[in-house]
């Protein structure tokens, strides 16, 4: 199955990315922060969030994104043997054409064991991460896809869920985050303005 990409406007228009049609904007019936972007698909359990933090000075570039997934991690409560870093790299030129080659980039692919909501039924989910480093706007800008690939028979989800991508099939999803990443562009800097 193909899928169908629509350009979603974000943070007032300031950035646009191409994601699947079948996601919707969870800002439209959720409240979510104004750093984030969040967009779901309740029939795959699939989700892509955008966010923009503080650039963290004192972590080297080639450890960013790791840290920014430790964090996630701790803030999601998930114990270290639930959550292991799969591989990370640079991303290339050709991968995020609209930045320049000198802006350090970075992509990460991660799995847990995790609960949704307050459900003691742990689904597997891989999580695909890239790390945009703005230096001169003083921003970490994270996009992040996560998949379900395995649901735990207890789980909420598995009554919404109506095509889980198989654990071993992980070279179509990674196709479909960079497919995003390549399209993620920033039309308007002024959004990173400090006061």
Same mark, same amino acid.
Request: no cysteine; aromatic share 8%; hydrophobic share 40%.
């Given at each position: 199955m193909s899928e169908t990409f629509e350009k979603r406007q974000l943070y007032g228009g300031a950035i646009?990315?191409?994601i699947p049609k079948r996601f919707i904007d969870v800002t439209s019936y959720r409240? !979510? $922060?104004?750093?984030?972007e969040l967009f779901s698909d309740e029939k795959s359990d699939q989700s892509v969030i955008i966010e923009l933090n503080e650039i963290q000075d004192h972590i080297p570039n080639a450890n960013a994104i790791?840290?920014?997934y430790e964090?996630?991690?701790e803030d999601a409560g998930i114990s270290t043997d639930k959550s292991v870093i799969i591989?990370?790299?640079?991303?290339?030129?050709?991968?995020?054409?609209?930045?320049?080659?000198? !802006? $350090?980039?970075?992509v990460l692919l991660a799995q847990q064991k995790i609960a949704k909501f307050n459900e003691t039924a742990e689904n597997t989910i891989n999580v695909y991460m890239a790390l945009v480093r703005l230096e001169k706007s003083k921003t970490d800008l994270?996009?992040?896809?996560?998949?379900?690939?395995?649901?735990a028979p207890t789980s909420s989800?598995?009554?919404?869920?109506?095509n889980l991508t198989p654990s071993n099939d992980q070279s179509k999803s990674e196709q479909l985050f960079l497919a995003m990443l390549k399209s993620f562009k920033i039309k308007d800097y002024s959004l990173f303005v400090h006061n």
């Open positions: 646009e990315i191409d409240h !979510i $922060p104004d750093h984030q790791k840290h920014h964090v996630l991690v591989n990370f790299r640079d991303l290339t030129q050709t991968e995020m054409p609209h930045f320049d080659a000198s !802006i $350090p980039k970075y994270l996009i992040t896809y996560n998949e379900a690939i395995a649901l989800s598995m009554a919404v869920v109506q």
